[in-house]
């Protein structure tokens, strides 16, 4: 039990919808991260968030988006979803903005693209 | 060449064994982090390291900041420990993955 809760667990959308994605991290844990896993791949960063701003971001387009909320939430946006945007969506906390601590990570969101 | 290297890919081994996992990275960095990943999805931290070495239970993880590099060690591996092992460096604001090694103990 990491005290981060992802939801949906699994979705299925169209090829052109918009997907919201959500994270609760554990209280106090004021920096998350967004990951994408492909099938068979390691996790690749999306973004980063450090008490509300973004503070880092990997390659990804701006239709990948974020928020990071005052009560520890937070939530991926992905516009105009394109079939390779199917994949596990993994968020992580930790109390570190500098991630020199442990890392908690929720169980992940499935998103397929139809 | 990625930035952080993992070897070996895939490892499978009896029930007993001493497992080792090697990482090396060629970025600066401000911490390494070893995870394992299930069947499924969940990833689980098992250590975060900036110098020296760690241990929990029967895992073992060392880290070389001159060399840059890092090994993950199981001692009298068992079944259950059959997962994903990922390491992962924290550079410039980002956590940078190593593709993982799967490891299988067979009984």
């Known amino acids: 039990e990491t005290g981060v809760t992802q939801s949906p667990t699994h979705l299925i959308k169209t090829r052109g919808q918009q997907v919201t994605l959500r994270c609760s991290s554990q209280s106090g844990h004021n920096t998350v991260s967004w990951y994408q896993q492909a099938l068979g791949q390691g996790p690749q960063f999306i973004f980063q968030?450090?008490?509300?701003?973004?503070?880092g971001r990997g390659n990804f387009p701006p239709r990948f988006s974020g928020l990071q909320f005052p009560n520890y939430s937070s939530e991926l946006n992905v516009n105009a979803l394109e079939l390779d945007d199917s994949a596990l969506y993994l968020c992580a906390s930790t109390i570190s903005a500098q991630n020199t601590g442990e890392l908690f990570f929720g169980e992940g969101s499935r998103l397929t693209v139809l | 060449k990625n930035e952080v290297e993992q070897s070996p890919q895939n490892l499978t081994a009896q029930e007993g064994e001493f497992i080792t996992i090697n990482c090396s990275y060629s970025?600066?960095?401000?911490?390494l982090h070893w995870l394992q990943q299930h069947p499924g999805g969940g990833i689980v931290s098992l250590f975060m390291?900036?110098?020296?070495?760690k241990k929990h239970g029967r895992l073992i993880a060392t880290i070389n900041i001159q060399e840059k590099h890092s090994s993950l060690h199981i001692t009298a591996s068992h079944p259950r420990d059959s997962a994903v092992y990922i390491c992962?460096?924290?550079?410039?604001?980002?956590?940078?993955w190593g593709a993982g090694t799967k490891l299988i103990i067979k009984p």
């Open positions: 390291l900036s110098s020296g070495k």
């Open positions: 992962a460096v924290y550079s410039n604001y980002q956590l940078i």
């Open positions: 968030y450090y008490r509300e701003e973004e503070n």
């Open positions: 970025v600066g960095i401000s911490a």
